[in-house]
């Protein structure tokens, strides 16, 4: 998949994007369980040794998680495939990765992370405005599939869900709850990742385009989506009180 990024790493509407960001007062935090349980999800199911949730900043990029890298708080904005990736309208997709791939950034710095193959599906806010990226990397060059995008895309979705769901609660003064959410979904996350490893044990990989292997993940997902809306709509009213 050829990326066609604009001239400029930083576009015109990023003041009003970052207002949006800081809305949810998630820059620079601690890990919080489920983020973490969705990034490692995310690598079981695309059996890559990182992936991430980023939030890009004005001149920082921040992991809120991170699986398969030492502990690092995230990369300078021009250092993060992530701060480019929030530029597309389409899934990213760098199946192999060279200097040129993406001159927004800086290579030596992708180059040193022992980055590959980069997929990214963008995590958005209710208004339109892009906050970061759900995304996979791995050290070797490799095909990312039209079914495996749509479904690293609805991951994603889930996760900005999440993102919204944590403001909610918590900007309401509702911290038990959602510690109670995220117990809630961390559970639901948790057996999608027994089913993961089951899936990933009979063929050494989830292949998407299989139809009977890919509903059972689908319908996870979608019992992650019902246990977001159940929750969503106890929030909003708390919010709102």
């Known amino acids: 998949m ?18 949006t960001l800081h809305q949810f007062q998630i820059v620079n935090t601690t890990p919080e369980p489920v983020f973490d349980d969705f990034a490692a999800w995310a690598a079981q199911l695309f059996g890559t040794p990182i992936a991430l949730i980023s939030l890009v900043d004005a001149d920082f990029t921040w992991f809120k998680a991170l699986v398969g890298v030492d502990s690092i ?5 021009n250092e993060s495939m992530c701060s480019a990736a929030i530029l597309q309208d389409a899934a990213v997709v760098v199946s192999d990765y060279k200097p040129e791939s993406c001159t927004l950034i800086r290579p030596d710095v992708a180059q040193a992370l022992g980055l590959s193959f980069y997929a990214g599906a963008v995590l958005e806010a209710a208004d339109g405005h892009r906050l970061g990226m759900l995304a996979i990397i791995d050290k070797e060059a490799r095909h990312f ?4 995008q749509a479904v690293l895309a609805r991951l994603a ?5 999440t993102i919204a769901l944590r403001h909610y609660y918590l900007a309401a003064g509702e911290q038990g709850e959602w510690d109670d959410a995220q117990r809630d979904l961390t559970h639901a996350l948790d057996d999608n990742a027994a089913l993961a490893r089951y899936l ?3 063929n050494q990989r989830i292949d998407f385009d299989d139809e009977a292997v890919a509903q059972p993940v689908v319908r996870r997902l979608e019992g992650v ?11 909003l009213p708390a919010l709102a009180a």
Do not use: K
């Open 2 to 19: 050829a990326n066609a990024y604009p001239d400029s790493l930083i576009p015109g509407h990023d003041a009003a994007r970052l207002r």
């Open 73 to 77: 708080p995230g990369l300078v904005r």
């Open 145 to 148: 599939s039209a079914a495996e």
């Open 157 to 161: 979705g889930l996760v900005s869900q």
């Open 200 to 202: 990933t044990s009979r």
């Open 225 to 235: 989506a019902q246990v977001l809306a159940r929750r969503l709509a106890q929030a």
